[in-house]
């Protein structure tokens, strides 16, 4: 009797657990978000209710419901409904140098010569005379006119040596105090890949073009170490705002040592890939690579990934490599930065050597160019001799003629993508090009609609850094004035659904990162962002006005807007 009466009361306290004994029996996690609409951004474009997250990474995903009865989080966030995705990862991005540049005379949005004049001599009466005069972001596109002169500078700062580059960062304007202190004169000839525009007289205007800028910007000091972490500070702040947690960083190598300052003192709040310089000696590129692995940094925090190399220039400058003369410019077919030969020795060497190469190319010749260089490589595989081709990549392929889509397939090379560009350019875009060459531009749809791997990013500070101007220029081929209605080539278009996994998933694959980020699933690194509206159901002007309420990077929260 006794022994049934102490069985009875066990099973009366199993029954009756108090509440706070049945807590204790969940597993204790940092961080759940519940009762909303979680993106995954995998191939399925699977959506669930809740993320739970421990520390670092993503522990589980699902049903709000499930999760709550499983797990009791330090912090949970009742997402009221609204979007989660994992966070941004900017693909293309010049992250410190572009922050570095809004530290100086800022030119971008221009309306005209005059405004940018006035933003010169705003900046003459604070700098003493012989000291440089810095800034970027100027477009004579904007301006409706061609090329600026040196003349124009001259009048509003006869005594400092100016230097401003052009938006796309491929074109320098300067003044004649520049031109002198470069020893740049009617005898000067333009060096490999690059030209000193002239008038007629043969005298240099104070137009630079591609590696001519070199002539000049070597001449400027580089920034201070206080101006430099007063740059990334700014960009990191950015980037929080925006819900970027990931940056491909065309920077260079010597910047990793700042980037490692702020890593070991938590301050690093993006994962950082910085590229290489693909022009840089085979020898030095494994001499930096040996002593950033001595530093044993964590490589989902800080790594070295491409080599970043130039084909040739830009549309908008018209600079960009082409099969045939820009349509509104006959005789102009742009500016290869070298041979094909030379380039095909380069992708070899550095190919052999084990290196991912990321090649800048605009035009439809400098991407035929990249790719049969790819080839040469991808050929010389089965020959014995170590090639690996990996993820090469092509950053932009802004123009790619008809029968070169299926050799990025082919070859398994990665359009790396900025769909803002696309908006930025229209203006222009088909008048240069053409009515059938312009049908292979911007071709982000076409190129996925070859199973090509399409990262996107944003080319800041060519471009605001912001990503949701990204998305929105990916799903509406529109300015930020609707126009035009439908959208400028809108076969073009992707939905919303693609365009967030070219801006996570793809852009981690790009990396070789597709295992650790770039989708919501269990084991991943908890990167993510909570926006403020629903960027899958909402209208694409409404993606403009979209911002994060929270950003969620390593598993913490850095960014909540008040």
Not at 215 to 223: D, R
Not at 423 to 444: F, M, P, Q, T
Request: with cysteine; proline share 3%.
């Amino acid at each position: 009797m006794l022994k049934n009466f102490l069985i009875i009361t066990l099973i009366l306290n199993l029954i009756c657990l108090p509440t706070s004994a049945a807590a204790q029996a969940k597993q204790k996690i940092s961080l759940l978000l519940h009762n909303g609409k979680v993106f995954t951004a995998d191939e399925n474009y699977f959506t669930a209710e809740a993320v739970a997250v421990d520390g670092e990474k993503i522990v589980a995903v699902g049903k709000t419901n499930d999760l709550r009865a499983k797990y009791q989080a330090t912090e949970e966030i009742d997402l009221k409904g609204k979007l989660v995705t994992p966070g941004f990862n900017d693909a293309h991005v010049h992250f410190l140098r572009g922050a570095l540049s809004l530290l100086s005379v800022v030119l971008t949005d221009t309306k005209s010569l005059a405004e940018a004049q006035g933003k010169v001599a705003e900046k003459v009466k604070t700098t003493k005379a012989g000291e440089w005069i810095n800034g970027r972001g100027w477009d004579h596109t904007i301006w409706k006119q061609n090329f600026p002169s040196k003349k124009d500078l001259d009048q509003i700062a006869p005594n400092n040596p100016v230097y401003l580059v052009r938006v796309d960062g491929h074109v320098a304007w300067v003044n004649s105090a520049a031109l002198k202190l470069a020893k740049i004169d009617r005898n000067t000839k333009n060096p490999e890949g690059g030209e000193i525009e002239r008038d007629v007289s043969g005298e240099a205007t104070g137009i630079l073009k591609e590696t001519a800028q070199g002539l000049v910007a070597g001449l400027i000091a580089q920034p201070d170490a206080a101006q430099m972490r007063k740059g990334l500070e700014l960009a990191l702040d950015m980037a929080r705002r925006y819900g970027i947690t990931s940056v491909q960083d065309n920077s260079g190598y010597e910047t990793t040592k700042l980037y490692r300052d702020f890593l070991r003192t938590d301050k690093l709040t993006v994962r950082v890939s910085e590229w290489q310089d693909f022009e840089d000696s085979v020898e030095k590129l494994k001499a930096q690579r040996a002593e950033f692995d001595s530093f044993k940094d964590d490589k989902n925090r800080l790594k070295l990934t491409a080599l970043k190399g130039y084909v040739d220039g830009t549309l908008g400058s018209r600079t960009a490599a082409m099969l045939a003369p820009f349509s509104d410019d006959a005789g102009n077919s742009g500016i290869p930065r070298r041979s094909q030969e030379e380039l095909n020795q380069m992708i070899v060497e550095r190919s052999k050597a084990g290196f991912q190469i990321a090649l800048h190319a605009i035009g439809d010749r400098a991407n035929r160019m990249a790719l049969n260089g790819f080839a040469l490589a991808d050929n010389l595989k089965g020959d014995g001799i170590g090639i690996r081709i990996e993820r090469h990549r092509i950053e932009h392929a802004q123009v790619i003629s008809p029968s070169d889509f299926k050799r990025f397939e082919e070859l398994g090379v990665i359009a790396s993508m900025q769909p803002s560009h696309a908006i930025s350019d229209k203006r222009w875009a088909g008048e240069r090009l053409g009515e059938y060459r312009v049908l292979g531009a911007y071709a982000w749809h076409l190129m996925k609609s070859y199973n090509v791997h399409v990262p996107f990013g944003t080319d800041f500070p060519v471009e605001s850094i912001n990503p949701y101007n990204t998305l929105y220029a990916a799903v509406s081929r529109q300015d930020v004035g609707g126009e035009p209605v439908g959208g400028w080539q809108p076969q073009e278009r992707l939905t919303m659904a693609e365009a967030i996994r070219c801006h996570t998933f793809e852009s981690a694959y790009a990396e070789f990162a597709e295992n650790v980020k770039g989708e919501i699933k269990v084991g991943m690194l908890a990167d993510l962002v909570i926006h403020s509206k629903d960027l899958l159901t909402i209208e694409p002007k409404e993606i403009l006005t979209t911002e994060p309420v929270y950003t969620i990077f390593n598993g913490k929260i850095i960014y909540e807007k008040r």
